[in-house]
């Protein structure tokens, strides 16, 4: 028997048409399907991009033959949860990354990070929830500020401990201020790939991810369970998810 959980923190935004996502696609939108006088049951259509609010991104995102939703296998879903917390930093620089030394300085304060752990990155930007600016990190110059990962990493996160999943607070894993390319191409995916190189490597390890996590700062930094309660969506490459953090008695 595991430790026992004292509490359930919900690391889940609750979400509507109005919230902040992708300025690559519209945003959610709602219809009355079926109501309690005429039909006898309340019911609302839902029109909803897969990445939309606290979601999980599965490989075929960004992977063409990549995993998509429906197989992440149950054990994936339900992981340690590591939590590595630079609010601090982000506080100070909006751009801050996740580099391999925070890793390390990570470590040396609460041991090697567990083996298909659950890494997320704790910056507090979920406090900027639901506004689109605020979550973009755009500034009154017009500039885009957020913090984000390193593709080193990632590769370290994966290749030195066998991470299983990844979590942030932000729209996107990369930084707001990602390294972008000009150079032609006719080939989509590799293009995304230079315009998000931290997200596009998670894939490339055949790795998932959840974005715009909330609560991060209502855990520990080592010790929790993450439980990814994600629809079963049959070949969808991304769908909105009920992220539970189950942290145990101390």
């Keep these: 028997m595991g430790p026992k959980t004292s509490r359930v923190v919900d690391l889940t935004h609750a979400f509507g048409p109005d919230v902040a996502g992708s300025e690559d696609f519209a945003g959610e939108r709602r219809e009355q399907a079926l109501s309690l006088q005429r039909d006898g049951f309340d019911l609302q259509r839902h029109h909803i991009p897969g990445a939309w ?14 995993r998509t939703v429906d197989q ?7 992981l340690p949860l590591v939590v590595i917390d630079l609010s601090a930093e982000v506080a100070r620089d909006p751009g801050t990354c996740l580099d391999v030394p925070h890793i390390l300085d990570w470590e040396r304060r609460y041991g090697q990070v567990p083996r298909k752990a659950f890494v997320a990155f704790r910056s507090d930007w979920s406090n900027r929830w639901p506004s689109q600016d605020a979550m973009r990190g755009r500034e009154p110059d017009g500039r885009v500020r957020s913090p984000g990962w390193t593709v080193a990493a990632i590769d370290f996160l994966v290749g030195q401990r066998d991470t299983t999943a990844f979590g942030h607070e932000t729209i996107d894993t990369d930084p707001g201020r990602r390294v972008t390319s000009d150079a ?8 995304a790939g230079r315009q998000h190189p931290a997200e596009a490597r998670i894939f490339e390890h055949n790795r998932y991810q959840v974005e715009m996590l909330a609560a991060l700062s209502e855990v520990p930094p080592l010790g ?27």
């Design 53 to 66: 609010a606290t979601h999980v991104d599965a490989p075929a995102h960004m992977r063409a033959g990549g």
């Design 72 to 78: 992440l296998r149950p054990d994936e879903l339900v």
């Design 184 to 191: 032609g191409g006719s080939d989509a995916e590799e293009v």
């Design 224 to 250: 929790a369970t993450v439980v990814v309660g994600v629809g079963k969506a049959r070949s969808a490459t991304a769908f909105p998810a009920r992220v539970l953090a189950l942290v145990p008695d101390a």
